[in-house]
């Protein structure tokens, strides 16, 4: 059950973006699947891939592509990967571009693949393949909630964030959607995530805004710390709104880059939110860090240790295990004695000892809630991250031991 | 239920060493939880510490100690750990090697305290102290058995190994003993071990004799990643066999050390075999790297990913999780097409692609097995590196949910 998340009711179309879903039963008998998102001439796209070494094939064609060209097609499918298939993941992936590309009149490089799903089984792209025509036929602007429900594998719910907003007197919307709830999801699945805005942006300036907005969204959760073949998150930005970012005055540019971020950030924890088995959406916040990279690994040290998560699953104040992760992190220089941690507001550590007024009891009722934050405070700098994380339930190994079955 | 293994039925006294157990009652009501070593004049004594930042009391108070002299006396106790306690599990831990010292006319510093059990409570120092007199009574050569049973915590079985060889004509003794079910063990507790022998070797000597024991052992067994406030492994060489290391013939030599490395092994693999909610035993071995360090990141990786270790769980032959969590290890420089695959016997990638003969139903009956050995090869060098690990399931969750309920 997702903690504190439904799916969305509405979100706002994106003037440039046109887009289709179809049933193509790739792997879901009852529902859409693929996803066709027509980008208006002159869009803009950045996107950020996985860093896993062993990505997908469609990765590699995407990345392919996307040196070539500008995208003016991303082609999504759910259900299956295209992942551990060699050359023939390679020639699938390419020959569903070509297809399009032969449909629309586009060249092949404009058209950007990904895909979510079972690894190792070969993608089925006749299937996929025979309901372009009508998914050409039927773009729409505002099919956004669609695509947030066809980008779908075992999200309980979709997800989508929007906003419109007043930018030196012009209407400027930014809609995005993603799915994901594990950091990879099984077989290699995983996170995909589609934004856009009408702004007009200059490529390099957009792909400097994704990799900021992701550094403090996408980067900053975690399941279980399996990184996924397929990850991937693009930004375009159409220009149809008739300003573009460099016109702006200083203070619109903050208030867009600032919703911007906002999007990012929620669609991220919506991941979490949906997390497989999850029974308690966690906050770790680490401050006053001798820098950013201590605050970080620190914060995903105790994200990933199975012994915090159990912990949080049942509600058990074990803060020992906290510290423990958080001693083993891969830096240096930590001094128990300086540590201070609490749990919500709940003072659990003072300085290395535990806190005067801290009982188990109190302990427990703050473990006990849907929500936690834990605040650790080193007490070496003022560095400071934060990362977001799930429990670890039965429900999560059964998730993943039982998806194939 | 540990796989494959029981607990050992006798263990070979080693000369120079007397050991005493009694039932203090920590935590534990109806066993013994204290153990004595009383280690002869002379001897050696090499200690690994764990490298966790916040480590507990009795390790900070062992390293201080080992720093001034060679320990005389091993003092250990299942229950309590007490970490986390700051100035006064410093003050207790020390309170309680002064008492001992005090009752058999060492310094304080020649006793080496261990802990393992519950953080974050009070060590009852009187209770452990009050039972001091009598077991330096009842020291004896033939109490190893005991002492492996008095250290448990959730062990379901007693862990030790044992062997007498000739070397140049005389009988030479190594026993060990250790606990251990997870790298943390609940609340911090975790695993420990002692060994000796009672050849003589030099301090600098047993030392490295030790680290590399523990490279080849306790450093490559994780059950999830956690590492702990208290492990400690110790060596100790009596030379009460009469014969030096220094004096023995260069096949003696390396007899011995095969031997000692054997005993390490084996005494980190029934740890493994034991590990928390264990259905199944994994070994990971990571061939043709480029080096070392790519080998064991890689195994480390495949051996921490709960996805890799639910499907274990499942027995379900999901490869494509083993290598997305391969291309997420902090390595460079892997290609997809040159790696390849087995499952026990069984080849699943060759070079990239799926193996020919490879099937599902091929890969389930090996994936069923009690004990599974995935090995990866890289294709890119010629280093490897042996990883042992446990499967995720349900118990592991229960244990470490209910630990303290």
Same mark, same amino acid.
């Given at each position: 059950?997702?903690?504190?998340? #439904?799916?969305?009711?509405?979100?706002?179309?994106?003037?440039?973006?046109?887009?289709?879903?179809?049933?193509?039963?790739?792997?879901y008998q009852t529902r859409d699947d693929v996803v066709l998102f027509e980008?208006?001439?002159n869009a803009q796209t950045a996107v950020v891939f996985t860093k896993n070494q062993f990505c997908a094939a469609p990765v590699i064609v995407s990345r392919q592509n996307l040196n070539v060209s500008q995208p003016?097609?991303?082609?999504?499918?759910?259900?299956?990967? /295209?992942?551990?298939? =060699?050359?023939?993941?390679?020639?699938?992936?390419?020959?569903?571009?070509?297809?399009?590309?032969?449909?629309?009149?586009?060249s092949e490089e404009e058209v950007l693949p990904f895909s979510t799903g079972v690894?190792?089984?070969?993608?089925?792209?006749?299937?996929?393949?025979?309901?372009?025509?009508?998914?050409?036929?039927?773009?729409?602007?505002?099919?956004?909630l669609n695509a947030a429900?066809?980008?779908?594998?075992?999200? #309980?719910?979709?997800?989508?964030?929007?906003?419109?907003m007043d930018l030196d007197g012009h209407q400027v919307t930014?809609?995005?959607?993603?799915?994901?709830?594990?950091?990879?999801?099984?077989?290699?699945?995983?996170?995909?995530?589609?934004?856009?805005?009408?702004l007009g942006v200059d490529s390099i300036i957009l792909k400097n805004m994704l990799t900021d907005a992701v550094d403090q969204s996408f980067h900053c959760i975690t399941v279980d710390g399996d990184t996924s073949?397929?990850?991937?998150?693009?930004? #375009?930005?159409?220009?149809?709104? =008739?300003?573009?970012?460099?016109?702006?005055?200083?203070?619109?540019?903050?208030?867009?880059?600032?919703?911007? /971020?906002?999007?990012?950030?929620?669609?991220?924890?919506?991941?979490?939110?949906? =997390?497989? =088995?999850? #029974?308690?959406?966690?906050?770790?916040k680490v401050d006053q860090a001798k820098d950013e990279f201590m605050a970080r690994a620190i914060a995903f040290t105790i994200a990933h240790s199975p012994l915090v998560k159990t912990a949080a699953f049942a509600s058990d104040p074990n803060w020992g295990r906290i510290l423990a992760a958080a001693g083993r992190a891969e830096v240096q220089g930590l001094e128990v004695n300086k540590l201070s941690l609490s749990i919500n507001k709940l003072q659990v550590i003072a300085e290395g000892e535990v806190a005067i007024d801290y009982t188990e009891d109190k302990g427990s009722r703050e473990m006990s809630k849907d929500e936690i934050e834990f605040c650790l405070q080193l007490g070496l700098g003022e560095s400071s991250a934060n990362v977001w994380t799930t429990d670890l339930s039965y429900d999560y190994v059964k998730i993943n031991a039982e998806y194939r079955t």
């Open positions: 059950m997702a903690i504190s998340l #439904t799916s969305p009711i509405s979100l706002l179309p994106v003037k440039g973006i046109r887009i289709a879903t179809a049933a193509d039963e790739i792997r980008l208006c001439k003016r097609y991303l082609l999504v499918n759910s259900g299956n990967a /295209n992942a551990g298939l =060699g050359v023939q993941g390679l020639a699938d992936a390419k020959t569903s571009c070509a297809t399009l590309a032969n449909e629309c009149e586009c690894i190792g089984t070969r993608m089925p792209v006749d299937k996929m393949m025979r309901k372009i025509p009508s998914m050409l036929e039927n773009l729409q602007e505002s099919a956004w429900e066809a980008i779908m594998t075992t999200d #309980t719910v979709s997800k989508g964030w929007s906003k419109q930014i809609t995005g959607i993603a799915k994901g709830s594990g950091m990879i999801r099984p077989d290699m699945a995983t996170m995909l995530a589609f934004v856009a805005t009408d073949t397929n990850d991937a998150c693009t930004l #375009t930005a159409t220009g149809q709104a =008739g300003i573009h970012f460099d016109e702006l005055s200083k203070q619109a540019k903050a208030e867009f880059i600032e919703v911007l /971020n906002t999007l990012f950030l929620s669609l991220a924890q919506s991941i979490i939110r949906d =997390g497989e =088995g999850i #029974t308690k959406y966690i906050s770790i």
